[in-house]
C-alpha cells in the first residue's frame, strides 16, 4: 500500500524568502505527481504536476522528481504572505485513479 | 479554473439518520471521487466512478456508504446509516479522463455525526 510522507510539518519562511517542501513515496510503480494547496476552509487546489524526473519550473514554483529516490519536492521563491496555507503532495500509480495524499506541510510566510 | 461544487457546506445529524452529500462536478469530466478528511489528518480516497459504475473504492468505504450520478445530475455520497466515525469533511473531486488528467476538487461537505 502506497505511503506518502511529507516534511517538514510546518514551515515558518520570511516574505521573500525560499520555501522548500518535501515528499517520499513507498511504490516504485508511481507514475504521477502532483503539489496540492489548500487554505483553511477551503477544497485542495492543484498547484502543479510533475510526471518526468528533473525539475519543473512554473512561475514562482519549481517541482523536482526523482523516481529511483522515491523523492520530490517543491520549492516556492519570492515566497509572499498570500501563499500560506497547507501544502500537499499527491501521487497516482499508473494503473487506478486515487490519490494517495501526504499529510501536509503548513506553510506560514511572515511579513 | 474548472470549478466543483457541492452542496450542502455544512450537515450536522445524529447517528443512524441517513445522509446524502452532493456533489456538481466540472460539467465535461467523466470521472468522479469522494475523499475523506478527518480534521488535522490527511485527505483519504473513498471512491471513484465512471459510465455509473464504481472503479475502485479503498476500505474506508463502508457497506452503508453509496455513490450515484442519475441521468448527468448531481454525484452523490450517500451514508445510511451513519455513525459517529463518520464525522468528517467530504470532499468531492472531478477529472476529464484518468492518467494524467488533475483532479479538481470542490470546497468539501462539513459533516458532524451526533
Known amino acids: 500500500q502506497q505511503k506518502v510522507q511529507q516534511s517538514p510539518e510546518s514551515l515558518i519562511v520570511p516574505e521573500g524568502g525560499m520555501a522548500s517542501l518535501n515528499c517520499t513515496f513507498s511504490?516504485?510503480?508511481?507514475?504521477y505527481f502532483w503539489w496540492y494547496r489548500q487554505h483553511s476552509g477551503e477544497g485542495p487546489k492543484a498547484l502543479m504536476?510533475?510526471?518526468?524526473?528533473g525539475d519543473k519550473k512554473e512561475g514562482r514554483f519549481t517541482a523536482h522528481l526523482n523516481k529511483a529516490s522515491l523523492h520530490v519536492s517543491l520549492h516556492i521563491k519570492d515566497s509572499q504572505p498570500s501563499d500560506s496555507a497547507l501544502y500537499f503532495c499527491?501521487?497516482?500509480?499508473?494503473?487506478?485513479?486515487?490519490?494517495?495524499f501526504g499529510k501536509g506541510t503548513k506553510l506560514s510566510v511572515k511579513s | 479554473g474548472p470549478k466543483v461544487l457541492q452542496i450542502p457546506s455544512h450537515q450536522i445529524i445524529d447517528m443512524g439518520q441517513m445522509v446524502t452529500l452532493n456533489c456538481d462536478p466540472v460539467?465535461?469530466?467523466?470521472?468522479f471521487y469522494w475523499y475523506k478528511q478527518i480534521l488535522g489528518q490527511q485527505m483519504e480516497f473513498l471512491v471513484n466512478?465512471?459510465?455509473?459504475?464504481?472503479?475502485?473504492k479503498s476500505k474506508l468505504f463502508k457497506d452503508q456508504f453509496s455513490v450515484e450520478r442519475p441521468d448527468g445530475s448531481y454525484f452523490t455520497l450517500k451514508i445510511q446509516p451513519t455513525a459517529l466515525e463518520d464525522s468528517a469533511v467530504y470532499f468531492c473531486?472531478?477529472?476529464?479522463?484518468?492518467?494524467?488528467?488533475?483532479?479538481?476538487f470542490g470546497p468539501g461537505t462539513r459533516l458532524l455525526v451526533l
Open positions: 504536476s510533475i510526471f518526468s524526473n
Open positions: 499527491a501521487v497516482r500509480g499508473g494503473s487506478n485513479a486515487k490519490l494517495t
Open positions: 466512478f465512471y459510465n455509473g459504475k464504481v472503479m475502485e
Open positions: 460539467s465535461n469530466h467523466l470521472y
Open positions: 511504490d516504485r510503480n508511481s507514475q
Open positions: 473531486a472531478s477529472s476529464p479522463q484518468l492518467n494524467q488528467d488533475t483532479q479538481y
